[in-house]
C-alpha cells in the first residue's frame, strides 16, 4: 500500500510541474509610433474603418495548441451603419487587445479603425478610436462611405468566447481518474490477495 501512495504522489507531482512549466507567460511592450499627417491619411494605413454601437463585448483565451501562450482577446459585436474604405455587413466582431485595447462601453458608438488579418478584423491599441454619438462627424470627416452589404446577426459567434482556462480543470479530472484507477486496483488486489 505505501508503495502505491509514493506512486500516485510522484505521478501527482509530475503532473502538476509539467503543467505550471508548460504554461509560461509570454510578455509584450507597447510601443506606438507618433502618427503624422490628417485621419483620413491615416486610413489609408489600415483596411478600413467602420462606424456603429458596440452591441456586446466578450473576452475570450486564445492558446495555440496546448502548451502555446495564452492570450486573452477581447471581442466587440459591432452593429455597423456606415464603413470607409472596405464594405462590411452589418454586424463585424472585431477582436481588441485585452491589455492595452481602447476601453469601449456596450450602447455607445465610436469610429474604429480595423486591419484584417488571417481572415479575423482587428483593432491595434495604437490605431485611432472615436467615441461618436452622431453619424455626421464621421461623413463630415470621411465622405459618405459604404452601407453595409447585408443584414446579418453575429451575436451567437459571441456566445462560445470564454475567458475561463479550463486546461487546469482538464488535469485535475486526470488526476483525478488515474487516481480513482489506482485506489480501486489497490482494493481489488486485498480483497482477492
Given amino acids: 500500500m505505501e508503495k502505491l501512495k509514493h506512486r500516485l504522489l510522484t505521478i501527482i507531482f509530475l503532473f502538476t510541474t509539467l503543467f505550471f512549466f508548460a504554461n509560461g ?108 454619438n452622431n453619424l455626421n462627424q464621421a461623413t463630415e470627416q470621411f465622405g459618405e462611405g459604404f452601407e453595409p452589404k447585408q443584414q446579418v446577426n453575429l451575436e451567437s459567434k459571441m456566445w462560445f468566447m470564454v475567458e475561463q482556462d479550463f486546461d487546469l480543470y482538464i488535469v485535475l479530472a486526470i488526476i483525478l481518474v488515474v487516481s480513482a484507477v489506482f485506489i480501486m486496483r489497490a482494493k481489488k488486489k486485498r480483497k482477492w490477495g
Fill in 25 to 132: 507567460q509570454e510578455v509584450k511592450a507597447l510601443s506606438c509610433a507618433e502618427k503624422k499627417g490628417s485621419l483620413q491619411e491615416e486610413l489609408d494605413g489600415y483596411t478600413g474603418a467602420v462606424y456603429g454601437e458596440i452591441k456586446k463585448i466578450k473576452v475570450d483565451l486564445k492558446q495555440e495548441g496546448i502548451t502555446g501562450t495564452k492570450e486573452k482577446v477581447r471581442y466587440i459585436l459591432v452593429e455597423v451603419e456606415r464603413s470607409w474604405k472596405t464594405e462590411v455587413d452589418s454586424e463585424v466582431i472585431v477582436a481588441t487587445d485585452y491589455t492595452w485595447g481602447f476601453n469601449f462601453k456596450e450602447g455607445s458608438k465610436y469610429f474604429i479603425f480595423i486591419s484584417e488579418m488571417d481572415g479575423e478584423l482587428s483593432s491595434s491599441p495604437c490605431s485611432t478610436t472615436i467615441e461618436m
